[in-house]
């Protein structure tokens, strides 16, 4: 579902990038809010906003993922869907090398070679673009520091969503109300399927999230890992297929050793986790 969102994202139009963000805030919220009611996870949202620590650390998520989500909607309708994959095809090395820099955590050797070749080929790419492929940057390091804030957070996906979208509402509405005083909102001028849609990007957005989650309680990491490259690749092939994006020799290349390098850097962690199983076999139980 990730993967084919920039199937979705056009639709909106005339709708603008910031507008289709603002009105997927707060469907979002509603649609979330409403799975907490369905679900009875009142206690859950109450200790989860209780806690003033997990408060602050969804505040600072909140504003990850509205840039994350405000970048990825104008790439795609601004016609950089390859370039949005390439965001989150890098991003698990981003991710591996903020847990370096800024918990501590330690990188074995061949994670360091993937991640000096994903350097090399962010560099390839940025003489073939003539600039540096700020889009796919954005999305990777506001998606990696987003996941940082979510573990430090340590709260249920639901709930935390919840959080998350309460506290961007507000300035979303305001823009949204700013648009309709104005006269330039689409929300009701461009017939009743683009109200639809616009309602719908609350059901697009929390769906996957919700399956995503239910996902990682019933299958192991590792492969949940592998799997979350379905994303990038299927917007890979929507970019050069169905929107028909230029990829000229140059950028192949990039996106190979991008590729490389994420070769390199999922055999090192299967091979790791086989390791410690072997050496730690009570382990097998958790996996």
Do not use: D
Request: hydrophobic content about 55%.
């Amino acid at each position: 579902m990730w993967g084919f969102f920039p199937l979705y994202w056009p639709l909106l139009e005339p709708a603008g990038a910031v507008e289709i963000l603002a009105n997927r805030i707060v469907w979002s919220m509603v649609v979330v809010v409403v799975v907490v009611l369905a679900l009875h996870r009142w206690s859950a949202l109450r200790a989860t906003v209780a806690n003033r620590r997990t408060r602050w650390l969804l505040v600072v998520a909140a504003a990850l993922i509205t840039v994350n989500w405000g970048t990825y909607i104008w790439g795609v309708n601004n016609h950089h869907v390859v370039e949005t994959s390439l965001g989150y095809f890098i991003n698990p090395l981003v991710s591996v090398l903020m847990g370096v820099l800024i918990l501590g955590e330690r990188m074995r050797r061949l994670q360091w070679v993937a991640v000096g070749i994903a350097a090399a080929a962010v560099l390839a790419l940025t003489v073939e673009y003539g600039r540096p492929p700020w889009v796919a940057l954005v999305l990777a390091f506001s998606f990696g520091s987003y996941g940082l804030a979510k573990k430090k957070a340590n709260a249920g996906a639901v709930e935390s969503l919840v959080v998350e979208t309460v506290v961007v509402a507000p300035v979303a509405l305001a823009y949204l109300a700013y648009l309709s005083a104005t006269g330039v909102s689409t929300f009701g001028t461009e017939g009743s399927w683009h109200v639809v849609l616009l309602v719908g990007t609350g059901v697009v957005t929390v769906l996957p999230l919700l399956c995503f989650g239910a996902a990682a309680t019933r299958i192991p990491l590792s492969t949940l890992g592998l799997m979350q490259y379905l994303t990038p690749t299927v917007q890979f092939i929507l970019g050069i297929a169905v929107f028909h994006e230029p990829m000229p020799a140059m950028r192949w290349v990039g996106f190979g050793m991008i590729w490389l390098a994420l070769v390199l850097f999922t055999f090192e962690t299967l091979r790791h986790r086989r390791h410690q199983l072997r050496v730690r076999p009570e382990e097998k139980v958790l996996a």
